[in-house]
């Protein structure tokens, strides 16, 4: 198959799925609505209005925390390809950092929340090692530990044990995947690469998967989640 067809492909496929992913995503707490994917880079930061707790540094924020050298890339690329190298990074890093925090949540959560976690280090180990395959097509050198903000996490959960450990995995996750899910949409819809286009629309369906599983785990261990990100407020016209 040409690269032309290859990319007509991804996309069809990226139609099929998205609006699943994306249309009829499962509030964690419960309640099934339209999720609020930002339509521009600069919405995905806006912390939900009153919220509170850890903030995970993933999706978006581990991208603009990408050093500016990478922002350089080699002669001859397009923006996007720069931005498919720092978006690779940047889920790696995120990558680590679930199977990390979860590896510790197998040891020290409740019962369901140990389910959980089991089922976050299988999953997330197996894209872990997929997208290690795209970066290595595009000559992306990965992040091999933790970023700051994350071994911070880890180390305040470290230090925490029963519903207060359960609570503070469950709250740093789900918000956690929220931002990877802002993240790698707007990835889906824009990257110039296909291979790298079809793992992150691959992804997308294990993520939302996710997402039910964490809300089965605080419902069960009696865990109130935070809501869902709010939309963004529609651009208004200015009137004379």
Not at 126 to 137: G, I, L, W, Y
Not at 209 to 228: F, Q, S, Y
Request: negative net charge; contains cysteine; aromatic residues 4%.
């Amino acid at each position: 198959m040409n690269t032309k067809c290859r990319c007509i492909a991804v996309l069809g496929v990226a139609g099929l799925l998205l609006p699943t992913v994306l249309v009829a995503q499962m509030d964690p707490n419960g309640s099934v609505g339209v999720t609020p994917y930002p339509q521009s880079p600069q919405n995905m930061n806006q912390p939900a209005a009153g919220q509170t707790g850890s903030t995970p540094a993933t999706g978006a924020q581990s991208i603009q925390s990408t050093s500016m050298r990478d922002s350089l890339g080699a002669p001859g690329q397009t923006g996007q390809q720069m931005l498919d190298k720092q978006f690779v990074r940047a889920a790696t890093e995120d990558g680590l950092a679930d199977v990390k925090l979860a590896t510790l949540a197998s040891e020290k959560g409740g019962p369901d929340v140990k389910v959980l976690a089991q089922k976050i280090i299988d999953d997330h180990t197996t894209m872990n090692k997929e997208m290690d395959t795209v970066a290595d097509a595009l000559g992306v050198m990965v992040p091999k530990k933790l970023n700051k903000d994350n071994q911070a996490e880890y180390e305040k959960l470290n230090g925490l044990s029963g519903k207060d450990f359960d609570t503070e995995y469950l709250t740093f996750i789900v918000k956690a995947h929220w931002q990877t899910l802002h993240s790698y949409y707007m990835e889906a819809t824009a990257a110039a690469d296909p291979d790298l286009q079809a793992q992150v629309v691959k992804d997308l369906g294990m993520m939302h998967d996710h997402m039910g599983a964490i809300g089965k785990a605080a419902k069960a261990e009696g865990i109130t989640l935070p809501p869902r990100p709010p939309r963004p407020a529609p651009a208004t016209t200015a009137t004379k």
